[in-house]
């Protein structure tokens, strides 16, 4: 019986068949349905056809015909069976782990203490709570001690954001020089300066009443668009907070803003003004947050009354481990706004058990130190690893130190001699140290070990990736 | 040898009046298969009011069952309750082929399952590509090799959907056969298409192609969804590109989606309002309207099967200019395309080289409609899809259909209906996932029984059939091909 596709048509040898897998040169349209004497061919393919035909007469007796090559070409008619499986071009643009990339030891576990650092936070803040709980600490030494450290962070950061500022000035001006790039770094900085509402009318009115200061710097970098009203309320709260780093706090508390859109950033701001002014408004919407806080804290004191205290210890677990577990770990200095369900768990959990405490004094103080530890040090920490490598190795150290301790000095009931079991403290810090190595080289190593089964498959059947010059989001969209 | 004819039933959830490719694939494959003899219904769930029996042109019966519809016209996925009906139906309609439609429709999926716990043959079309990265996917993967451990054959529309399918469902791949979908050609004429004289187009008296000037527009069509995967983005970035380099030239753009909105931004930003038309939906009888219209099919998308609506672009007689992707290299000759990467940068390229190539007349895009036509036609499909029934059921010998470079493979490619050799065949599908598609066979198989007994095969009711067509090609060829066949 004959196969379907196997018509008459199909019988017409193909002019040119050479073994080149590119289809589109091989074979001529006509291919699909001339009749087979409507065409002249070459003296030799015009002998193979008589040969071929011959053949296929002799053959006719039960054994296969000779067979044109296979094409995996569907417009044309070929005289294989549909299910035909060619050997030698089936799957032939299959790829497996086109892009693996294998990780090295070192360099995975330096990227794993940025987790280390984060837990070690998450365990320092418990630990806090813990000891305010107690009533062994007294809130305010912690608060006091906590806004120290934040205070000294954000000039060590103020110091550090000017430096870099001059660099990019540096830079901005080569740029402007260049020419193209320039002016669109330009557009884009005016773009962001659009977009950011400014947090003080004085300041609108500043530049607008500094005209006559010399055109010395390209419009608005980053710093100058800076203080926005979110950030006010960050800000308020610890001064270390600059605009940059605006953080998610204004989930927490809704204010008031002036938003008034800045309008074409005059380039003629003389940076110095502009810097101390800066500081003067983040000091200022810290006293602003202080003192709204300090309000609000009777109010959460009562928040929870009715709720029974195991269901507290439940909620607030599940909060911090929605905040170790999408917290943003790969963002860098640039991050604008830390990934928000992270932190906004973070300060639930520290309302909720903020709500917990039988003080107002332990409760604001409780809900400022957690925005200081998750609102504020993830920036501070983003920077010094940004800065330099051995500041970040140390504070890590430091901090799994710190959170060994206080583990080691809560844990347990409280001997009657002595507040402090200061032994206990130490052998949780060589505890923690060797959790800690072992858990990053643990599962570093493990990570590694799990890349051989990795079996990545791709082929054409997978949607193409568009490759789109004029326009940049769509490599962000998709 | 006289030629077999057989009771299928198509299962598919997607199905008219929902408009698309699977859909009108089903219609026209199963119309043509009535054509050639056969007995064919259709098995999909109620849409809206449309519920229970309903026949369409040519005798084809469509059982709508109600059913709870989940996401996109896809039915939840109850992995027995189908059963009753669906054996109900069988056993009124006396199937013997039970033919699934589309990977993501469950119905298709149980109906394959429940078609071997009865002891039917089963056959499955998969019409799209799959990646096998994302969850969906894998899930979806999965579930195709369930059902697909125990089907008889499967058909895929392009080499590279047979690829994609034989990957995902760990086949073996002589029991995947390559049918490509089809068009209807005379719905897709070119504007002043006339009949030639002697029948073949090809071979008629050479009408002057009429040549562009330099300064006549050309129109360029777009017709597709504006989803991402159709490849919107793309298109948002060419048009000004290509507007700019070739002044000369028009847009018209059909189809609707979310990406609808870039374009409009797009034609704004650049104020091309008069040189880019966008007539947002259109209904598949209208796609040939629009088609006429303009000189090039543009066809941007990142990952298609088939594509079929490349097909009909060039039926009516427009150039195509399309992107590199999926099975789209296999279907058009290469002096009807222009292929690009999916680039920029190449579609702009190549966009501007078929704009210069119509102008300069090296196009006969006038003999395209009777080279599509002969390239592709459903009854085609149909005879391709008959040979592989004829397979399945035995009446091509298995060294016939399979060859007999087997591949080193020995065993049978005929599934037999013994539970246990197909527990064998489900249990290798995973660790766990064997063993639990084992489970859903043996209750699957306890279910058959006990319907069986509530519903005994005596107490259907066998419904007449219409009297069937006899082929006109068998008609007459029926003397001679019979006399030449006798192998």
Redesign the interface.
Known sequence: ?????DDDESETPFPTLDDQPT???L?S??D???PPL?RGYGGDSAAESTHSRLRRVNDRG?S?RRKRAWK?????KQSY?????D?AT??E??QRNPRLKPYDFWPLVADSTVILQHVCSVIIFVVCFACIHRERVSPVSVVSWSSAGTFVGWLMWERWVTEEDQVEELNTSISTLVGRSGSLSRRRTRAASIRRPTPLRTEASLSIAAPSAPPSRPPSNEGSAASSATNLITGSKSPRLSPRSSTTAPSLISRPSHESLKMETPPFIIKDVNRTHERLGTIKSAVLIYCTLLGLSPILKSLTQSTSLDSIWAMSFWLLFVNIFSFDYSGGVSTKFPASLSTNAALMASTVLASRLPDTRQVFSLTLFSIEVFGLFPVFRRHIKHRSFQHHVCLTVVLVLGAGLGVGLVAGKLPKDQPWPWKRGVVGMIISIIIATLATGGCSWWLIGLQKYKN??R?????????????QR?DEG? | MPRQTYNIAMVSDFFFPQPGGIESHIYQLSSKLIDRGHKVIIITHAYDDRKGVRYLTNGLKVYHVPFLVMYRQATFPTVFSFFPIFRNICIRERIEIVHGHASLSNFCHEAILHGRAMGLRTVFTDHSLFGFADAASILTNKLLKFTLSDVDHSICVSHTCKENTVLRASLDPLMVSVIPNAVVAENFRPRDYKDSPNGSGVFGPDTSPNRLGPTDIITIVVISRLFYNKGTDLLTAVIPRILENHPYTRFIIAGSGPKAIDLEQMIETNVLQDQVEMLGPIRHEDVRDVMVRGHIYLHPSLTEAFGTVIVEAASCGLYVVCTQVGGIPEVLPSHMTTFAKPEEDDLVAATGKAITAMRSGRIRTEKFHDQVKKMYSWSNVAMRTERVYDGVTGKISEEEFYGFDTGGYTGSRIRNFALVDRLKRYYGCGIWAGKLFCLCIIVDYLFFLFLEWWQPRESIDICPDWPRKVPPEEKRHSSTSRGRNTS
């Open positions: 019986m004959l196969s379907p596709t289809f589109s040169s074979l349209p006509d699909a349905f001339a409507s039960g296969r995996k070409l569907m417009w044309v069976p549909d299910n035909y499986t050997q089936f799957l643009n299959l990545e498959i082929g054409p059947w997978d949607p193409a990736r568009p490759i789109i010059m004029s326009r769509w998709a």
